[in-house]
């Protein structure tokens, strides 16, 4: 470890469920990787290990982020190097232990060691905000908050943001999964500005909701490698501004494909 | 790592030199290395010899004089105490017990021995272990770890981790009704399915060790 690097750790988090934290781990991590920079994923939800299988790596697992912990094994022994891309590890959780396997000092420790190994660690925090979300938050330098335009989403990533501050975790960043143009527009779903104007942060990136992340999370290959699924677009948007790239806030009325599909209904009249 | 080397050990009868490693030209350099800082030590003890329970006679013999003639201390004519030799057989016993591959102590029940019947479905998170035999009526789910020293039969889906031979018996099997493993182990062996679709031929199947590797093959070829 000649050139001991000091990597960036990044926890993802909602405090609901089922908003697409594992989904946005997943495609920020392949993401970075795409972009030429070295990733570890870390699986921070013990018992209720979702991150290998969306990665599509779940059958290389021998041992896993409790083996690591308690040194059963060494570190380098519980990163399973990615299928597609060389500088992308992931560090699964367990999944016959519960959260409190690992305690937020070890998890401390843990996130610190693979600082020195990567330029960016990405914890995929679990629902919640119980003993799991506390560790998942112990190494963080930064967070990201995933909602979706739903009022029960937004009250609980205001709920966590309150506790990241009290934690010391400023300025976190803010992605709005699932977004529907058309039930924006009709007036029946929250608008991005509604969203802001209660978090109060900053805008880190908009997805769409898109059929392509059902298809990619059953496939176990990230939307982001998808060159043509909006939400891939949106994701690679994402990782760009993570590395400070100034990033235009995608236009979900006018993409290629609406275009695309207008003139073909134009043309057939279907 | 270098203490591991050479240790001098004490016993009422005097102090012996103990080598564990096997390397000669390692064990020179740590002697005399150790040697030089406390030679004035040694030379008031009562040397009795040299264990060395990874060097033949000849390379012992070799050290020896080298204690003798480089450094001018004498080793006593009544040699090492019978019971180090003893110590010696247990230090080998614990070895193999740390040793989960070693021949002697491994489950051997394979054929006919001690067996577990699990009633039911494993779902993820569920780990069964057994010191014998295990007998799945049911399915094995994604997430779920069956980890047995004997065989592992699953009477259903087999879709997560199976591990058969935890204690190193590499005639150890899994079979399944319909095998289609997240992971599959036997022994310290280690598979996994392919990344690209494979076809599943419906048959009963099963898996064993050939050659180093893991192998599927359906048992009942004909049907």
């Given at each position: 470890?000649?050139?001991?690097k000091?990597?960036?750790?990044?926890v993802?988090t909602?405090?609901?469920?089922?908003?697409?934290?594992t989904?946005?781990?997943?495609?920020?991590?392949?993401?970075?990787?795409?972009?030429?920079?070295?990733?570890?994923v870390?699986d921070?939800?013990?018992?209720?290990?979702?991150?290998?299988?969306?990665?599509?790596l779940?059958n290389r697992?021998?041992y896993?982020?409790?083996d690591?912990?308690?040194?059963?094994?060494?570190?380098?022994?519980?990163?399973?190097?990615?299928?597609?891309?060389?500088?992308?590890?992931l560090?699964?959780?367990?999944?016959?232990k519960?959260?409190?396997?690992v305690?937020p000092?070890q998890?401390?420790?843990?996130?610190?060691n693979l600082?020195?190994?990567?330029?960016?660690?990405?914890?995929?925090?679990?629902?919640?905000?119980?003993?799991?979300?506390?560790?998942?938050?112990?190494?963080?330098?930064?967070?990201?908050?995933v909602t979706?335009?739903?009022?029960?989403?937004?009250?609980?990533?205001?709920?966590?943001?309150g506790l990241l501050?009290?934690k010391?975790?400023?300025?976190?960043?803010?992605?709005?999964?699932?977004?529907?143009?058309?039930m924006?527009?009709?007036?029946?779903?929250?608008?991005?500005?509604?969203?802001?104007?209660?978090?109060?942060?900053?805008?880190?990136?908009?997805?769409?909701?898109?059929?392509?992340?059902?298809?990619?999370?059953?496939?176990?290959?990230?939307?982001?490698?998808?060159?043509?699924?909006?939400?891939?677009?949106?994701?690679?948007?994402?990782t760009?501004?993570?590395?400070?790239?100034?990033?235009?806030?995608l236009?979900?009325?006018?993409n290629d494909?609406?275009k695309?599909?207008?003139i073909?209904k134009?043309?057939?009249?279907? | 790592?270098?203490?591991?080397?050479?240790?001098?050990?004490?016993v009422?009868?005097?102090?012996?030199?103990?080598?564990k490693?096997?390397?000669?030209?390692?064990?020179?350099e740590?002697?005399?290395?150790?040697?030089?800082?406390?030679?004035?030590?040694?030379?008031?003890?009562?040397?009795?010899?040299?264990?060395g329970?990874?060097l033949?006679h000849?390379?012992?013999?070799?050290?020896?004089?080298?204690?003798?003639?480089k450094?001018?201390?004498?080793?006593?004519?009544?040699?090492?105490?019978e019971y180090l030799?003893e110590?010696?057989?247990?230090d080998?016993?614990?070895?193999s017990?740390?040793?989960?591959?070693?021949?002697?102590?491994i489950?051997q029940?394979?054929?006919?021995?001690m067996?577990k019947?699990i009633?039911?479905?494993?779902?993820?998170?569920?780990?069964?272990e057994?010191?014998g035999?295990?007998?799945?009526?049911?399915?094995?789910?994604?997430?779920?770890?069956?980890?047995?020293k004997g065989?592992?039969v699953?009477l259903g889906?087999?879709?997560?981790?199976?591990?058969?031979?935890?204690?190193?018996n590499?005639?150890?099997i899994?079979?399944?009704y319909?095998?289609?493993p997240?992971?599959?182990?036997i022994?310290?062996?280690?598979?996994?399915p392919?990344d690209?679709?494979i076809?599943?031929?419906?048959?009963?199947?099963?898996?064993k060790?050939?050659?180093?590797?893991?192998?599927?093959?359906?048992?009942?070829?004909k049907?």
């Open positions: 470890m000649e050139n001991e000091i990597g960036t750790a990044v993802i909602s405090g609901k469920g089922g908003v697409g934290k989904t946005t781990t997943a495609n920020i991590g392949t993401g970075l990787a795409i972009l030429g920079k070295s990733v570890v870390v921070s939800d013990i018992g209720l290990r979702n991150l290998d299988v969306v990665m599509g779940e697992i021998v896993d982020i409790v690591v912990v308690e040194k059963n094994c060494r570190l380098k022994q519980g990163l399973i190097r990615d299928k597609r891309y060389d500088k992308l590890y560090l699964p959780a367990a999944q016959t519960d959260k409190s396997a305690k000092e998890m401390l420790e843990l996130v610190n600082k020195k190994e990567f330029d960016y660690v990405i914890i995929d925090s679990p629902a919640g905000i119980e003993q799991g979300f506390q560790n998942s938050i112990a190494g963080a330098d930064m967070a990201i908050i979706t335009p739903e009022i029960s989403a937004v009250r609980d990533a205001d709920r966590v943001i501050e009290a010391g975790l400023q300025d976190p960043r803010l992605v709005i999964n699932r977004i529907r143009p058309e924006v527009k009709r007036g029946d779903m929250m608008n991005i500005d509604d969203i802001i104007d209660i978090l109060a942060i900053d805008l880190l990136g908009i997805v769409p909701d898109d059929e392509a992340i059902v298809i990619s999370t059953n496939k176990g290959e990230p939307v982001v490698i998808e060159e043509k699924a909006m939400s891939g677009k949106a994701f690679r948007n994402i760009r501004r993570i590395i400070g790239e100034e990033v235009e806030l236009d979900l009325d006018s494909e609406g695309f599909t207008k073909l134009l043309l057939f009249g279907k | 790592m270098k203490d591991d080397v050479i240790t001098f050990k004490g009422k009868e005097g102090i012996f030199i103990d080598i490693s096997g390397n000669l030209h390692l064990v020179k740590e002697l005399d290395e150790k040697l030089k800082d406390s030679i004035v030590f040694f030379q008031g003890a009562k040397l009795l010899g040299v264990r329970r990874n033949s000849m390379e012992i013999n070799e050290i020896k004089s080298i204690i003798k003639d450094y001018n201390l004498s080793i006593s004519e009544e040699g090492l105490p030799n110590e010696d057989i247990l080998d016993l614990k070895e017990f740390n040793n989960p591959l070693a021949d002697n102590d489950f029940g394979i054929e006919e021995g067996t019947f009633n039911g479905t494993l779902r993820s998170g569920q780990v069964v057994y010191s035999n295990i007998v799945i009526v049911g399915d094995v789910n994604p997430g779920a770890l069956i980890k047995a065989n592992i699953v889906t087999l879709r997560g981790v199976a591990h058969a031979g935890i204690d190193g590499l005639e150890a899994v079979a399944a319909n095998l289609q997240t992971q599959l182990r022994a310290d062996k280690i598979a996994r392919p690209e679709n076809i599943s031929y419906k048959l009963p199947e099963v898996a060790v050939h050659g180093g590797e893991v192998m599927i093959e359906p048992y009942l070829p049907k």
